[in-house]
């Protein structure tokens, strides 16, 4: 890779970043199949025990080492990434379309501002609250019922996007100076704990079945978490952020369409009109801030819950 020629590499980067696009949509897909065979938080914990593990192994043998207070500011992040996605997989257990469960959990970026001013006095601009205007109206486009009510699972949803937008600041403040691979494996044993007591707390496990789900929970695990944690971790540290986060905001696409495909579903004409003005949020809050004091939404340097 490093013999390649400057145009290449960024022509590869920009490969591997919407390969990562495709996988984060396939891991909504992979996630429903496995919601068949075991309750939502006890997949979750599985997931990150899995996953985590298997980060921290690969950590381990690139000898990364966590400074003395990385331990603390890790369990901080994964306790708040735990509890937001306990509210992502319950509200996707629920959720009847993927496409419109994903657009919704895109919103974390267009919170992330709001959460930032509130925790670290961080000013808003312009931009951040007209998308959250531009958001807010997609929503609404979107979950609105005939008889003006909401969708128990979009509810979930719009919390798990809060969470992982408190994620995502807690995240730009406390893992500026740990290294990757390590501090990530470590989040995600944390959140496993956090969905693992969740599940022993309100779940029967009575009814687990993995025998024709195995594969699913595999994906799950090595495509769309360890192996696109790895591709985006190295596809965004080879172009700028602003592009990396242009690539990304094609997720929820890809999610609408894998989930037309597989399962049928598709959107009706106002939730069109809600996805092309959530997408439009996206894209607003991904604009460069004026001045370096002022945050919009964080980049996400992987996600780890689709």
Known sequence: MADLPLPRVAL??????LLVTLLAAAGWLFSKQVLLAMPPL?????????????LLALARWQGAVLPPDGLRRCARGGSVLGIAMMFWICGLNLSSNLGVAAFISSMGVVLAPFVAR?????????????AMVLAGLGMACMSLRG????????WLLLASAL????????????????????????????????CLAGSVLLES??????????GWLAA????????????????????PVARSAFILLLEPVWTALLAAWWFGTGFAPQQWLGAALVLCALLLSRRKPPSPASLQSPVPCGRTGQ
């Open 118 to 130: 509130l925790l670290l006095a961080a000013p808003l601009s312009r931009a951040a609250w007209g």
């Open 163 to 194: 969470g992982l937008a408190t994620y995502l600041v807690v995240n730009s403040r406390d893992m500026a100076r740990l290294p990757v691979l390590p501090a990530t494996a470590l989040q995600q044993l944390a959140a496993a704990v956090w």
């Open 147 to 154: 008889d003006g009510s909401v969708h128990h699972a979009d």
């Open 12 to 17: 590869l980067a920009d490969a591997v970043l």
């Open 205 to 214: 496990w009575q009814q687990v079945s993995l025998q024709h789900s195995w």
């Open 42 to 54: 006890l997949f979750m914990g599985l997931r990150f025990t899995l996953s985590g593990s298997v």
């Open 220 to 239: 799950s695990v090595l495509l769309a978490t360890c192996l696109r944690f790895v591709l985006q971790g190295w596809g965004q540290g080879r172009m």
